[in-house]
């Protein structure tokens, strides 16, 4: 699987959810290797979007269509100043992966000095936390080769995460998200109250 991480400040909300549902309905249809996105704005109107392809070269050939230039140069002005892209081609899903059934979604973005063993990390988190994290739906987690790396958590709700980052966790859990938190160092954290999840047409 293959992220593309795209962030910018928004200027015009409401016409960039109208480009991104044009997007959906008109260009979704014709971007093969699609798998699907994630995305939203946090409160300081930073925008950020999560698309996954089942490969690079897919990613490539969607950009290279002329509707994909003509759609983005119109949505590139629902910005204030530059949108930044960032390509993860080490990208994995954790317990099951994304859900479009979250109601809340946690990216974390960020760099670490070993993505390989940061994705071993939440690969074995993952099959543990059903039992004690329930309200996790599932994950995904995207190197970029260079050291940084985006991951997305996807909750039922926020005041479920919320309560549930209060309880106690078994000892080898707890290992676990200790040696994941030194890896991942400083990061950037971008709440998705309102997550805009689409999944591919089948």
């Not at 996954?52 to 290279?64: C, I, K, V």
């Not at 690969?123 to 543990?128: N, P, V, Y």
């Not at 994290?133 to 997305?152: H, K, M, Q, S, W």
């Amino acid at each position: 699987m293959f992220i593309q991480v795209i962030q910018g400040k928004v200027a015009d909300q409401p016409r960039l959810r109208e480009c991104m549902d044009r997007w959906n309905e008109e260009l979704q249809p014709g971007a093969t290797g699609y798998l699907g996105s994630t995305a939203g704005t946090r409160g300081d109107g930073t925008y950020i979007a999560l698309v996954r392809f089942d490969s690079e070269e897919a990613a490539r050939r969607n950009s290279e269509r002329p509707e994909q230039g003509t759609w983005w140069a119109e949505t590139e002005r629902c910005f204030d100043g530059p949108v930044t892209f960032m390509d993860c081609p080490d990208a994995m899903e954790w317990l099951g992966g994304g859900s479009d059934d979250a109601g809340f979604v946690q990216i974390m973005e960020g760099h670490t000095t070993d993505a390989h063993r940061l994705s071993e990390l939440m690969a074995q988190a993952g099959d543990k936390l059903p039992g004690v994290r329930p309200e996790i739906l599932g994950g995904t987690f995207a190197a970029a080769g260079d050291g940084g790396y985006v991951e997305a958590v996807y909750f039922t709700t926020e005041p479920e995460a919320r309560a549930h980052e209060k309880i106690t966790v078994p000892d080898d859990l707890r290992s676990l998200f200790e040696e994941e938190g030194r890896l991942m160092g400083e990061v950037d954290y971008f709440d998705l109250r309102e997550p805009m999840l689409v999944s591919a047409s089948r």
